[in-house]
Structure formats: C-alpha cells, structure tokens
C-alpha cells in the first residue's frame, strides 16, 4: 500500500494550491479519503472527508468555503484544492485512507504546506 502526497510548497496569503495524492496496493474507490494537517505545536487536524461512494465530502468549519476536495477513482487519486490561503493553513498535510468498516487504516508520508509572505 502506498500514499504518496505532493503538490506542497511555499504560497503567498490569498493564493491557491492544490495537493494530490496518488494511492496504490487497495482498492481505492472502496475507502474513504481524508486529508489531515499538522501544525508544529499542534494535534493532527481532520481537514476533510471523501467517501467512497457518493465522491460527497465534509470539511472542518475552519477551511469550510475555501477547500475543495475531489477524486478520480479511475487514476486512483485525491486532490486537494486550497484557495484563499493564510499562515494558519500552514502545516504537514497527510493524505489518509480508511476502509470502509473502519479495518484498514493508511497514511502518506506529509507534503509541507507554508503560506507566508
């Protein structure tokens, strides 16, 4: 199994970027797919949810209207659109996938995300 992130980086306050994540080794469409956050100091946040099914996603309240999350079962990937960035998103985000009764459990390795002036 396999969870590779990319598409992090340094970002001005107010720009966009958007993070991919590439999975192989399960059957995608089957999971659900979550990115979280990291901020040094601070507890690994739920910053949305894709389920499996319906593609529909939640969001934290704290990037609700500003994040965009998607996937293409056919390339097995999700991304992750952030717009309207500020230094408060900066932090470690990690692509995560569940199973769908909760057995399996896998993370990427964390693409930095820095958005500063």
């Known amino acids: 199994v396999q969870l590779v992130e990319s598409g992090g980086g340094l970002v001005q306050p107010g720009k966009s970027l958007t993070l991919s994540c590439e999975a192989s080794?399960?059957?995608?469409?089957?999971?659900?797919m979550s990115w979280y956050r990291q901020a040094p100091g601070k507890e690994r946040e739920l910053v949305s949810v894709?389920?499996?099914?319906?593609?529909?996603?939640n969001y934290a309240d704290s990037v609700k209207g500003r994040f965009t999350v998607s996937r293409d079962n056919a390339y097995n990937a999700v991304y992750l659109r952030m717009s309207s960035l500020t230094p408060e998103d900066t932090a470690v985000y990690f692509c995560n996938a569940r199973g769908p009764r909760g057995e399996y459990d896998y993370w990427g390795q964390g693409t930095q995300v820095t958005v500063s002036s």
């Open positions: 894709s389920t499996p099914a319906s593609g529909s996603a």
């Open positions: 080794g399960f059957t995608f469409s089957a999971y659900y």
